[in-house]
């Protein structure tokens, strides 16, 4: 066996609009531990009551306070569409304000005046409804204005602090890549993807806890630096920060779709557009397209189940690994690997898959030939799982 799934990594998240949940990456390290949160306020007329029962609240269910994603809560805070960003932006947001964390989650409570005690009861059952392991870090706003009065949190799970890795940098300049891992991790690697190319590995230890890599960005442009960890649920990213070599970071967020996004939009079955989208996408990059099998369809659809009954994302969410769940049918792939996502929608999973260095590096496998695919609908979005495999 060539290529696995120890490293394939599992998609960022997506939730439904408030609560909302999506991935996000960023550049710099998140302020230090800390018992309890700050309450961060960007209120007019602030309301002790809510703001107090909150930070309390906060404080009690977070582990450790973080400027970044207070920050982008008070950010968030303003806009009337917070609920309602797609996974990119809120990543955008989360970069621009320095944390590195993968999978964050928002919340935005709005209205004309909010009661303190059913507000404390709505963020409590919020902040209970998740969990991916790691150490709970929480950012938040409260804001009134014009007749309108809203709380916004943001959370993540951390599974790893970064640092050494700047925003900025020039062309051939090299970087150490400095991850503490905050969970126990049996294997760490650290791929880089590039403005143009496919994404590629970069020589990665892991000793003690800590993930050390260096590299240099070989060429102008936005460079994506993605640490991934195999952890309890399997192997997934757990940093990620953006490098801008020779060039301005940008100040607005642009949504693109990915490339073959549009070869789904007329299937109706969201398997159907998956496989559409991946094999538009290979074609994009010049490879040929994937056979869909029975068998991986199976594979698929048993992980996919099982992710939305425990509402967890992974690789081992209980019916074992991709490995075990393919030698249950009778596979012995060459080669292999695994993509799993949370999404709103087929077109979104892709869109999230194709972002993320490890997940494309699965999609554009030039060994592969075959592929299975499942998505299921749970109160949470679309869960996606495409195992792919190498069966000739």
Known sequence: MVLTAALAACAPAEA????????????????????????????RSPVPSVAKGLAEIVGAACARSDGALDRVAARLATRVDAANLEPAELAFELRAAGSPHVWPRAWSYTGAALDADDTVRRARRW????????VRSCGAAHTTAEGRESV???????????????????????????????????????????????????PTSLEAGVVR?????SSPGTWLVQVLADVDKGPRPVLEAYVHADTTPPTAFASQPAPGEGAGGAATDPTDALLAMVNAARHAEGLG?????????????????????????????????????????????????????????????????????????????????SVGLAAVTGPDGLWVTEVFADLR
């Open 213 to 217: 890599a260096r590299f240099a960005p």
């Open 289 to 369: 397209a994937l056979a869909r099998v029975a068998e991986l369809d199976r594979a698929a659809l048993v992980h996919a189940e099982a992710m939305r009954d425990a509402r967890v994302l992974g690789h081992d969410v209980g019916k074992g690994s991709v490995k075990l769940r393919l030698e249950a049918l009778g596979l012995e792939p060459a080669a292999f690997g695994e993509n799993v996502a949370r999404a709103a929608s087929a077109a979104r999973a892709h869109r999230a898959i194709w972002a993320s260095p490890s997940h494309r590096t699965n999609l554009l496998e030039r060994r592969y030939d």
């Open 152 to 202: 916004t949190l943001v959370a993540v799970d951390a599974l790893a602090d970064l640092k050494g890795v700047p925003l900025s940098a020039r062309t051939g300049q090299w970087l150490d890549v400095t991850a503490s891992i905050l969970v126990p991790a049996r294997e760490a690697k650290v791929v880089v993807l590039g403005p143009q190319g496919a994404p590629r590995p970069i």
């Open 16 to 43: 439904p609009p408030r609560p909302a949940a999506a991935p996000a990456h960023s550049a710099r390290a998140p302020a230090g531990p800390s018992k309890g949160i700050p309450w961060q306020s960007v209120t």
């Open 127 to 134: 902040l209970g409804g998740f969990g991916d392991g790691g």
